[in-house]
């Protein structure tokens, strides 16, 4: 995707234009959840309460397939595929790198979520939460997905690779979205004050190419030659003399 000039290159055109320090504050808010992530596995962010909320809505959506594996799973499949999908979205339509990096990010959030709901899953300590119907022992997702594949002793060991692969993708998400700053600076410094300004945010390339086309150098186009106006023709005015008036003449008497 990087094309021939590499990915420097390639998000250096989505990004021209593009203002990095409005984006800087959200990078040092994403950095301080991993941190806390780091410092307590319990730790919820507010990604937890958009992840859950995707991960109703997938058991929903998946219960029209009329499978109860499939519907279980849906859960799950909808809490990671959200975000994959929001960040290429971003990415190749809105073209926005950063967008893509903080999406990233979320789904560093949602596999952590999912370990911790994955890792409960022979103890089933943690309280449910369920919109369709009372919550039993058969209402844990991770309980009948993993005693469907026979790795329910193995739920901690599932569970804790799952969180660990999230702060791994949280911690890729803070870099990528680093350099994808650090790109945006140098490229709008490199434009000049003339640069790309008056471009829209998210031009595509082929946008990018138009607009600068259309703010090329013309040259002014030559003066027009004045001209003097016609010597109007004075005339007199033309008196119109009526004709004489005569008398009938009636005719003579013999």
């Known amino acids: 995707a990087g094309g021939a000039g590499g990915p420097h290159e390639w998000v250096a055109e989505r990004v021209s234009g593009h203002a990095w320090y409005y984006r800087a504050p959200l990078l040092l808010i994403l950095a301080w959840i991993l941190k806390n992530h780091f410092a307590d596995p319990t730790y919820s962010s507010i990604f937890d309460g958009v992840n859950l909320g ?25 809490e990671l595929g959200v975000p994959v999908a929001a960040g290429l979205y971003l990415l190749y339509k809105q073209h926005d790198p950063f967008g893509a990096s903080v999406c990233l990010f979320w789904l560093g959030t949602a596999f952590v979520g999912a370990g911790i709901y994955a890792a409960d899953a022979l103890v089933q300590e943690l309280p449910l939460v369920s919109p369709f119907g009372p ?23 599932i569970g804790g690779s799952m969180q660990s692969a999230g702060k791994i993708t949280m911690a890729t ?22 640069g ?18 259309g703010t090329q150098h013309v040259p002014p186009a030559a003066p027009a ?28 008497r013999k």
């Open 54 to 78: 995707f991960h109703e809505a997938g058991h929903a959506a998946f219960m029209w397939f009329g499978s109860r594996f499939w519907s279980i799973a849906g859960g799950t499949i909808f």
């Open 135 to 157: 919550v039993d022992a058969g209402s844990h997702d991770w309980t009948s997905m993993l005693m469907k594949f026979g790795t329910l002793s193995r739920a901690e060991e």
């Open 173 to 194: 998400s803070l870099f990528v979205g680093s350099w994808v700053l650090w790109v945006t600076a140098k490229t709008t410094s490199a434009a000049g004050p003339e």
């Open 196 to 213: 790309t300004r008056g471009l829209p945010q998210r031009a595509s390339p082929k946008e990018q190419e138009k607009f600068t086309m």
């Open 225 to 252: 030659v004045p001209t003097t106006p016609r010597s109007v023709e004075k005339r007199s005015p033309m008196i119109l003399i009526p004709p004489e008036k005569t008398r009938p003449v009636s005719p003579g």
